[in-house]
T-cell receptor, first 116, second 113 residues
Framework: KAGVTQTPRYLIKTRGQQVTLSCSPI?????VSWYQQTPGQGLQFLFE???????NKGNFPGRFSGRQFSNSRSEMNVSTLELGDSALYLC???????????????FGPGTRLTVL | GNSVTQMEGPVTLSEEAFLTINCTYT??????LFWYVQYPGEGLQLLLK?????DKGSNKGFEATYRKETTSFHLEKGSVQVSDSAVYFC????????????FGSGTRLQVQP
């Protein structure tokens, strides 16, 4: 069974540009979450999608947005890039989304974004 | 809110030494607890998990027991190998409200031959 895939693996952008990252979950998984990893802030939750609807959102500015498609693939977009957006962006998938569930999130390899 | 505290690293051990990485948490109710491992240049891999008090998660020689009374989930391995060198993250997932994973700051393990 293929794992979570993320494309591209590496990106270099300049300040002010926008970027779109893609995530394909494990087959059969319908929930996708995004996390940002930086040396200073560690791992921080961005948002979670299930059935094409955003279910939860972390404390990030509106420049960070996402969406999920009917095949459960997800994209996240960052507009007006800032130097501080340089990070490893990790996508995680899980089977479903319900209150009280204990299902596990499985992570992809991440997209390394560098903003110059 | 939820929080996870891990011991500071790096932890440097010789091959075949005993490993303990401490993890304590703050959360409402009975969260699920996880250990993830990150090798250089890679994403996070699930190492083990426990979903209720006194559960023991285990995988690849690593173990951790969910201790509700001490709100801890310490990671242990009896004999580490050079290949275990990585960053280890303790995490929790609440059962109410937001289900996002809350991570500790990570502990870097270096195993020397």
């Amino acid at each position: 069974k293929a794992g979570v895939t993320q494309t591209p693996r590496y990106l270099i952008k300049t300040r002010g540009q926008q970027v779109t990252l893609s995530c394909s979950p494990i087959s059969g998984h319908r929930s996708v979450s995004w996390y940002q990893q930086t040396p200073g802030q560690g791992l921080q939750f961005l948002f979670e999608y299930f059935s094409e609807t955003q279910r939860n959102k972390g404390n990030f500015p509106g420049r960070f947005s996402g969406r999920q498609f009917s095949n459960s693939r997800s994209e996240m977009n960052v507009s007006t890039l800032e130097l501080g957006d340089s990070a490893l962006y990790l996508c995680a998938s899980s089977f479903f989304w319900t209150e009280g569930s204990t299902d596990t999130q499985y992570f992809g390899p991440g997209t390394r974004l560098t903003v110059l | 809110g939820n929080s996870v505290t891990q011991m500071e690293g790096p932890v440097t051990l010789s091959e075949e030494a005993f490993l303990t990485i401490n993890c304590t948490y703050t959360a409402t109710g009975y969260p699920s607890l996880f250990w993830y491992v990150q090798y250089p240049g890679e994403g996070l891999q699930l190492l083990l998990k426990a979903t209720k008090a006194d559960d023991k998660g285990s995988n690849k020689g690593f173990e951790a027991t969910y201790r509700k009374e001490t709100t801890s989930f310490h990671l242990e391995k009896g004999s580490v190998q050079v290949s275990d060198s990585a960053v280890y993250f303790c995490a929790l997932r609440g059962v109410t409200g937001r289900r996002a994973l809350t991570f500790g700051s990570g502990t870097r393990l270096q195993v020397q031959p």
